[in-house]
């Protein structure tokens, strides 16, 4: 499966802001 760059970006916003949800 491959992610275009806007895709891959918005993907790693999403893990992103899960990680920060999850440290607080």
Known sequence: M???PTQ???FNK???AL???LLK
């Open 2 to 4: 491959t992610f275009t």
């Open 8 to 10: 891959k970006e918005l």
């Open 14 to 16: 999403n893990i992103e």
């Open 19 to 21: 990680g920060n949800i």
